[in-house]
């Protein structure tokens, strides 16, 4: 069982094991329903485990989004491609090319004990009232799910590249404006993306937006808004 990509708990025939994970969502324990550990590991920079205890694929998660190969073991598969836990690189390039902002193609991210690379596409967030574009390994949502105000909800994910992703951050900001509740409360005012956009992000933007929710994109936007201010508050009401 997961909460977002963070395991959280396992089921194995008639027992119920409660997983518990660290800050960015790497399991570190797990307990059985009597409250006794059956599972621990300690982690080295690289996401390599140390210190087991336990059945090592009792647990066969690892770093966000990936788990491990119980025949290759320190090989971790991350949905798009192997990520090899003795090396902290993958083992084949990243699928959207220079537009992971990876240079190597091969590399995995700049700080393990604050980022993830749950799936390497871009994503568009909602915080407070400030909708920006991130990486999934900025990994936005785990940073501020511990606090209430600054909570932050992915309101689109898996775009296929950042022009994009800013297309749709630039539909979703005009979106917000026309809501007479939070126009006065949105943060970055100014456009996400500016007039005479030569890469044409707003139009790659609305054409993924209708590619994934038709031409209807527009009221899924509406409800992805409300959504987040209905589930997170911040003094903000949403129509």
């Known amino acids: 069982m997961f909460q977002g990509f963070t395991p959280v708990a396992k089921i194995q025939g008639n027992k119920a094991y409660s997983i518990i994970s660290d800050h960015i969502g790497k399991p ?38 990936q788990i491990e190969d119980a025949e290759l073991e320190g090989l971790y598969y991350n949905r798009y491609r192997w990520y090899n836990s003795e090396t902290g690189t993958y ?27 749950i799936l390497g596409p871009a994503t568009v967030y909602l915080r407070n009232n400030e909708i920006y574009v991130g990486k999934a390994k900025q990994n936005a949502k785990t940073r501020y799910k511990s606090d209430k105000v600054n909570s932050a909800t992915d309101i689109f994910t898996d775009i296929p590249d950042t022009d994009t992703a800013q297309g749709v951050e630039d539909v979703v900001h005009d979106r917000l404006l026309l809501n007479k509740d939070l126009t006065d409360k949105v943060k970055n005012i100014n456009k996400p993306v500016r007039i005479g956009d030569k890469k044409g992000r707003r139009k790659d933007g609305i054409k993924w937006l209708k590619q994934k929710y038709g031409e209807n994109y527009l009221e899924e936007i509406d409800k992805k808004i409300k959504d987040h201010y209905s589930e997170n508050g911040n003094g903000c009401k949403a129509k």
Do not use: H, M
Not at 32 to 52: A, H, M, P, Q, T
Not at 101 to 110: D, Q, R
């Open 28 to 65: 570190i324990q797990a307990i059985d329903d009597n409250g006794e550990l059956v599972w621990s590991c300690d982690y080295d920079i690289y996401g390599r485990l140390k210190n087991v205890k336990g059945e090592r694929t009792f647990i066969p998660f690892r770093q966000a989004g």
């Open 91 to 117: 083992i084949s390039q990243d699928p959207i090319g220079l537009a992971g902002n990876n240079p190597t193609l091969y590399a995995f991210v700049k700080n393990l004990n604050a980022e993830v690379d």
